[in-house]
């Protein structure tokens, strides 16, 4: 068995570019939930909505390196984990913002801008992360990763489906909302599908890494949402926006990160692995944070701070 560091999943141009489009029209179908409205709406939560951003697209890359020093795990695997924190926040947030009684609307501004910023952070988090750790840097080299090539990707398959469900959603609001049901079914099943494909294709390397992978992804997503939960209880914010800022910070779209590594690392193994046990395990910690919160009625700033 190869090292998970050479192990490489081959797609012919035809079958990559079906998986492009799929994703593409996926992130129209969150798109087309969003409205301009979600933007106007996050000025009523600055707070929230900065740290939020701040702690998405700068903490989390930021302590994801840190991280990397501490488990000191093969390159391929610290590849993809720098690859899942430079990847905006995933639309699965919302719900479970939702389901935990917090504050919906900044939730879903706040993944609106983590979005709408992802098409020029998540080129430049990766390649300069990749490129700062040792562990990762003579990677990166030898896969010669042009940050056009990867901005360009990002660009297709973030900005214009996010235009365009915009453009939807405010210019025939009748047709976004027909459209919003089977959409979010179809982005379901598409991401399963990734996840399961990534699983599969490299399910022997998993097995021999399994104990490596579940305790990272385990420690990185843990690292996520205690920092989301600190930061924003460090910044008085009320127990909504608190649940809101957690999830956003936590919840990753693994989805294009596996794109991206179909795209643009051929499919490279430990990048595979490690980014599609997140889209499964952050399901499992989402839902799991979620339910405990929804059992549990929300204090009221205000009521908070007359103690």
């Not at 990048?271 to 009221?300: C, D, F, K, N």
Request: proline letters at 5%.
């Amino acid at each position: 068995m190869l090292p998970i560091d050479q192990v490489q999943l081959h797609f012919n141009p035809a079958t990559l570019g079906a998986l492009n489009f799929v994703l593409a029209l996926v992130m129209f179908g969150v798109a087309i939930d969003l409205k301009v409205e979600d933007f106007r709406e996050a000025i009523k939560s600055p707070k929230g909505l900065l740290l939020a951003t701040v702690g998405h697209h700068l903490i989390f890359p930021a302590m994801t390196f840190g991280l990397i020093y501490i488990l000191k795990p093969v390159p391929s695997i610290a590849l993809g984990m720098i690859l899942v924190s430079s990847c905006p926040a995933g639309h699965l947030s919302n719900f479970l913002t939702h389901l935990s009684k917090g504050n919906a609307a900044l939730s879903v501004s706040a993944s609106a801008v983590s979005t709408a910023l992802a098409i020029v952070m998540t080129p430049i988090n990766f390649n300069f992360w990749g490129n700062l750790h040792p562990v990762t840097r003579d990677l990166m080299q030898s896969i010669s990763l042009d940050p056009l090539m990867m901005l360009y990707d990002v660009l297709i398959l973030l900005g214009l489906p996010l235009v365009a469900g915009l453009y939807l959603s405010h210019q025939h609001p009748q047709w976004a909302k027909k459209l919003h049901k089977p959409m979010k079914v179809l982005s379901i099943g598409v991401f399963i599908s990734f996840v399961i494909f990534a699983l599969a294709a490299n399910f022997q390397h998993f097995m021999a890494y399994i104990e490596f992978v579940v305790i990272t992804v385990f420690l990185h997503n843990l690292l996520a949402l205690v920092t989301g939960f600190s930061l924003s209880s460090l910044l008085g914010l009320s127990d909504r926006d608190k649940r809101a800022v957690t999830f956003e910070m936590g919840i990753q779209n693994s989805g294009l990160g596996l794109i991206l590594i179909f795209n643009l690392f051929n499919g490279l193994g430990g990048m595979a692995i490690i980014t599609a046990w997140w889209g499964v395990w952050h399901i499992i910690s989402g839902l799991t944070l979620a339910t405990y919160w929804s059992r549990r009625e929300p204090r009221l700033k205000n009521h908070t701070e007359g103690h």
